[in-house]
């Protein structure tokens, strides 16, 4: 079993900027790819952007130059967002993709809320 523990989330104004971050702990062999969600209200979940073990990264054109996801020590990975836009107002979800125990395996996270507003 795998927990993803995300944090970084809350009110912004726009323009402002935050960082993301999530730490993903328990039976990991191998980290697949991870990245991060989002789900405005009346919406379904997008990709916004994801990092994979090898390769080049990916954005949601929404985010493009806007955004970066980085990975961190410890199967950690951040999301740093700059000049934010109300209509970046969302819960952010981190995935991830392994190979644990049980082979191939995508866990999510619980979701942490992103508002921007003045």
């Known amino acids: 079993q795998v927990q993803l523990v995300e944090s970084g989330g809350g009110l912004v104004q726009p323009g402002g900027s935050l960082r993301l971050s999530c730490a993903a702990s328990?039976?990991?062999?191998?980290?697949?790819?991870m990245a991060w969600y989002r789900q405005a209200p009346g919406k379904e979940r997008e990709l916004v952007a994801a990092i994979p073990g090898g390769g080049s990264t990916k954005y949601a054109d929404s985010v493009k130059g806007r955004a970066t996801i980085s990975k961190g020590n410890a199967n950690t990975v951040y999301l740093q967002m700059n000049s934010l836009k109300p209509e970046d107002t969302a819960v952010y979800y981190c995935?991830?993709?392994?190979?644990?125990?049980?082979?191939?395996?995508?866990?999510w996270g619980q979701g942490t809320q992103v508002t921007v507003s003045s």
């Open positions: 995935n991830v993709l392994i190979i644990g125990q049980y082979g191939l395996e995508e866990y």
């Open positions: 328990g039976t990991i062999f191998n980290i697949n790819r």
